[in-house]
């Protein structure tokens, strides 16, 4: 596993000595490979760090929830709904239901779901472990990336972006979620000035071949409507 003394070396790093996007993957795994349970009411006795991947208990879930679509193919888009259930035919509404809601289904792994839809919002009281499973997934899939495959991880936080969006308010949502990606994000990781040009490349392009990983930490730590509503523009921009 990777130490915080590890950690501190990989920062401390000229990235001339290295390429930016290995840096930031470098730096992103370094960052998340470690849990600290300090704080978490099922480990009150533990004070160290521990190594995540050594702790992690890979979830399963179960679906009823009568809007879930069917899986789709490798590389496909997820389907929108072409026509409001409202002005449907009865009988064609139906034939419908009955082809793309299946009944319930258990043990549903993250890669099955990551098939079926785009998107995911994550629901759990304090000490579910949500912040465990964006840190899980940014850590692993930042591997899968280095090697060839998965997407580019973006492992973000609310509270920090909408930070640096009410700097500047007047940015739209789109320039709001670049510009913070592209500042901010990338100075976390210690990608500046001269770097930050070829980090941006990479996150353009990631971004426009719909390979990007979007994780979204501390969204229910925005209490204001207005900001959650902002925030949700930018997400679907």
Known sequence: GTSSATLVQILCKPLTAMNTLTAYLNRLQ????????????????????????????PLTLALTDERRSPPRSEGESPKTQPENPADLDPTKE??????????????????????????????GGPGSGKTTLVKYLA???????????????????????????????????AEALLNYLYGPYAQRFG???????G???????????????????????????????????ALEA
């Not at 998340?32 to 992690?56: F, K, T």
């Not at 034939?95 to 839809?117: C, D, F, I, N, T």
């Not at 930042?142 to 972006?161: C, I, N, S, Y």
């Open 30 to 57: 370094a960052a998340q490979a470690h849990l600290d349970p300090r704080g978490l009411l099922q480990m009150p006795d533990v004070q160290a760090p521990l190594l995540l991947e050594e702790i992690y208990v």
């Open 191 to 197: 990608i500046e000035d001269e770097a930050q040009e």
């Open 94 to 123: 139906l034939l419908l239901r009955e082809q793309a809601m299946p009944g319930e289904e258990h043990g549903l792994s993250l890669e099955e779901l990551w098939k079926r839809s785009c998107s995911l919002l994550i629901y």
């Open 139 to 173: 850590l692993t899939e930042a591997r899968r990336f280095q090697d060839g495959g998965g997407h580019l991880p973006l492992l973000l936080d609310a509270m920090e972006f909408i930070g640096a969006w009410q700097k500047i308010p007047a940015w739209t949502p």
């Open 199 to 233: 980090f941006i490349d990479h996150i353009k392009m990631a971004l426009a071949g719909h390979n990007a990983l979007l994780l979204i930490d501390g969204l229910d730590q925005v209490y204001d409507p207005v900001w959650q509503q902002y925030l949700a523009q």
